[in-house]
């Protein structure tokens, strides 16, 4: 009786299990998946962040070949037109190859996806966009709807 008293005894002082040969193995199984989880969220996040400022830079970049050029008004030579103004926030150039890239994914090149508005009292021009972001299936797995990325640029217009 002694000795099945002290067996139990050392049982619980040692632990139900006499080693930890899988201890590690179990703590694994439950921790990989949220890190797992949580680093293809931040990559996710950048990457959003990361398509957000290549908007900024194309509407900026558009913003200032329309504040330092002529308005269409017929009587210059050469004049400034939106739809160049368009492609370069959209490739980066006012003439892209055939083929070319976008500088993000799903923005452009139709045209209407970015507004402009004309030289105002202020003197500036307003640039602005609305482009629906294209997620990877975490989003949708985690229940979170489309992401909207919304821009605009302002310029003062100097005109040459």
Not at 103 to 118: E, H, N, Q, S
Request: charged share 20%.
């Amino acid at each position: 009786m002694i000795a099945l008293r002290r067996s139990i005894l050392d049982r619980f002082r040692r632990g139900f299990w006499p080693s930890d040969d899988g201890a590690v193995l179990t703590e694994a199984l439950v921790a990989i998946p949220f890190v797992t989880l949580f680093a293809a969220g931040i990559l996710e996040f950048g990457n959003i962040f990361w398509e957000r400022m290549q908007i900024d830079i194309g509407l900026r970049d558009a913003g200032r070949y329309l504040s330092r050029c002529r308005p269409d008004s017929g009587t210059y030579d050469p004049t400034c037109n939106t739809t160049t103004a368009k492609m370069i926030a959209f490739y980066g150039t006012q003439s892209p190859a055939a083929g070319a890239a976008l500088r993000v994914r799903g923005w452009g090149p139709d045209l209407a996806d970015i507004t402009i508005v004309p030289v105002d009292a202020d003197g500036t021009i307003t640039v602005q966009t609305s482009h629906v972001y294209q997620s990877s299936p975490i989003f949708s797995w985690l229940g979170i709807d489309q992401v909207t990325i919304s821009s605009s640029h302002e310029e003062r217009y100097i005109g040459w």
